[in-house]
């Protein structure tokens, strides 16, 4: 069973920063691109960043570049989002996603395996 288990979200004050952590099991963690999506209240799920396989492509929305870093470690299945400089508008819920695409997607439909996601709330 496939399992995606985002952690690190929680409540920052704007400027302030988070590290966004997505644990995988149940696949062969190496063999999958994956990405970051979020979901803010009345919006559609967005794409944020996403990350390939084993040579460390990367891809994000502009909105992003610059604050947003996405990594993963291998070894531990793990994917990563550190979040620097938050703003009020990054207020959302925060899902990883697994895709085997050969390409880095950032499509929701290419993604096969998501988490439950974790909220992030950035508010003075």
């Known amino acids: 069973q496939v399992q995606l288990v985002e952690s690190g979200g929680g409540l920052v004050q704007p400027g302030g920063s988070l590290r966004l952590s997505c644990a995988a099991s149940g696949l062969p963690f190496s063999n999958y691109n994956m990405g970051w999506f979020r979901q803010a209240p009345g919006k559609e799920r967005e794409f944020l960043a996403a990350i390939s396989r084993y040579d460390r492509n990367t891809d994000y929305v502009d909105s992003v570049k610059g604050r947003f870093t996405i990594s993963r470690d291998n070894a531990k299945n793990t994917v990563y989002l550190q979040m620097n400089s938050l703003k009020p508008e990054d207020t959302a819920v925060y899902y990883c996603?697994?895709?085997?695409?050969?390409?880095?997607?950032?499509?929701?439909?290419?993604?096969?395996?998501w988490g439950q996601g974790t909220q992030v709330t950035v508010s003075s």
């Open positions: 996603a697994a895709t085997m695409k050969v390409r880095l997607g950032n499509e929701i439909p290419e993604y096969v395996y």
